[in-house]
């Protein structure tokens, strides 16, 4: 899929990560449509890229259906916007769990139902998820989360064998631990011991090689971290002693506490 002087639709565009790529998707010249609840933030980035603010709430239907009417003309969607949900799911009202679920799993998949069928008529497209390595082995204090990224996965890979020969791309990209941008960085996390960090501006070049090349999934993070979590996904009892072990529970109970009050 060609970049250059292709429309692209980004989710998320107010955070961390959803700014670097609209900087990155902008350098190779898309035509930027960028969308969030925080028109304060998305308007200044649009007018020093271009692009056009579609201000949307994707935990609400109507706003979707309208941002989707709204963005008809993008060929490449990057649903990128996701909703802190660390912490043990005791801890979350319904009405939480609700909202995290939409924005963070819904929302991706109704966008892709509903443009998907534009991008076929044109005979190209592409449909871009960002999920996260937590969609391959799951963690402590992140029952909720992990849902929603192992239920993106399998959506995105299955979504993928559905729409080949149309025309249209499917690729999820994963990311580990972002040290300079999102949820991570903004909770003020840290670490155990050797586990090491990618930038935010890694994220956003696997996501262009994932466009360019129709990558079905691209895993950016240390090595190290991506040979853990492949063994994690096969091996989940192994997983589990071996995060005990490191610490996790540590650092879920510092996210989790950084993102209280953002859910």
């Known amino acids: 899929m060609r970049i250059d002087g292709t429309t692209v639709l980004l989710t998320g565009a107010t955070g961390g990560i959803g700014q670097t790529l609209a900087h ?44 989707v009417e709204e963005a008809a003309e993008a060929r490449i969607l990057i649903a990128n916007a996701a909703l802190p949900s660390s912490g043990p799911v005791l801890d979350y009202r319904p009405e939480e769990l609700d909202r995290a679920l939409d924005v963070n799993l819904r929302a991706p998949m109704l966008l892709s139902r509903l443009m998907a069928p534009r991008m076929m008529e044109s005979g190209s497209g592409q449909l871009v998820m960002i999920g996260s390595l937590s969609g391959r082995t799951a963690s402590p ?9 192992f239920g993106l996965r399998g959506f995105t890979l299955g979504l993928r064998q559905d729409l080949h020969g149309t025309g249209v791309g499917v690729s999820l990209v994963q990311p580990g631990f972002v040290g300079d941008a999102g949820m991570f ?9 050797g586990v090491r960090t990618i930038s935010s501006r890694r994220v956003a ?12 999934e691209v895993n950016v993070a240390p090595l190290e971290l991506r040979l853990g979590s492949a063994l994690g996904g096969l091996f989940p009892t192994l997983a589990e002693r071996a995060q005990r072990s490191a610490g996790a529970g540590e650092t879920s ?8 009050g953002k859910r």
């Open 24 to 67: 990155a998707l902008a350098a190779k010249g898309a035509k930027l449509l960028l969308t969030g609840r925080r028109e304060e933030v998305l308007r200044p980035l649009a007018e020093r890229l271009g692009g056009r603010v579609i201000v949307a709430d994707l935990a609400e239907r109507s706003d979707l259906e309208r941002l």
């Open 141 to 149: 204090g992140a029952a909720l989360y992990n849902a929603a990224k």
């Open 185 to 193: 960085a903004d909770a003020g996390t840290s670490l155990p011991t």
């Open 205 to 216: 070049a696997a996501t262009i090689r994932a466009i360019e090349r129709n990558r079905a």
């Open 253 to 260: 109970r510092q996210l989790a506490d950084g993102q209280r």
